[in-house]
């Protein structure tokens, strides 16, 4: 099954729909959706080395205006979206705790979870939520996701094929692992705040 998956994702990133669908995924990750963009991002630039750079910008802009959709939840439409957004997670306790500490901490929280696997969608409507500075918000998003993206991309453009051959004889273990990383994000959300 995951090898159906994984060759699926791969002629998909060779698809004319590819960019448009790794924007759409970078935008709807930072606001409500689950699935991080790395799924499309990863075989996309595997596909087409050459165009990493293109790919990191397309999910860093889609993110970061994606981010602003979760500050838009967070500031107009909590009660109507953004609680279910953060019951869904499981974060009522994390996001109740975090309160105090964002004010003093809150550009450092959001590149923390711009850069790693943490929900960002929890940080960028809690941002929303809170009056964060928007401006913040976007510098910080900026660099963040960013750093993130670019740093993946640059990371297959360099060691491509290398990489693809250890992805496709490693595919369980890499896709547990990611798995685990996903996961560990939204406990972190639950327990560590």
């Given at each position: 099954m995951l090898r159906r998956l994984y060759d699926w994702t791969m002629s998909l990133a060779r698809t004319r729909h590819a960019e448009r669908s790794l924007a759409a995924v970078s935008f709807v990750e930072s606001s409500f959706?689950?699935?991080?963009?790395?799924?499309?991002?990863?075989p996309m630039v595997l596909a087409e080395r050459a165009r990493w750079i293109r790919y990191a910008l397309i999910c860093t802009v889609a993110s970061v205006l994606g981010a602003?959709?979760?500050?838009?939840?967070?500031?107009?439409?909590?009660?109507?979206?953004?609680t279910h957004i953060i019951e869904?997670?499981?974060?009522?306790?994390?996001?109740?705790k975090v309160q105090g500490w964002y004010d003093t901490w809150g550009a450092w929280?959001?590149?923390?979870?711009?850069?790693?696997?943490?929900?960002?969608?929890?940080?960028?409507i809690f941002s929303g939520f809170t009056g964060f500075n928007i401006v913040t918000l976007v510098i910080v998003s900026i660099v963040g996701r960013g750093l993130r993206f670019f740093l993946v991309s640059w990371l297959l453009y360099r060691f491509g094929e290398p990489i693809r051959t250890f992805i496709e004889k490693n595919l369980g273990l890499l896709?547990?692992?990611?798995m685990i990383l996903l996961i560990g994000g939204f406990v972190a959300v639950r327990y560590i705040f």
């Open positions: 959706f689950p699935i991080p963009p790395d799924v499309l991002l990863i602003l959709l979760g500050y838009v939840i967070g500031a107009f439409l909590f009660d109507a979206i953004g869904l997670y499981q974060a009522e306790d994390a996001f109740a929280g959001i590149l923390f979870g711009a850069v790693t696997p943490f929900p960002y969608k929890v940080l960028t896709f547990t692992l990611f």
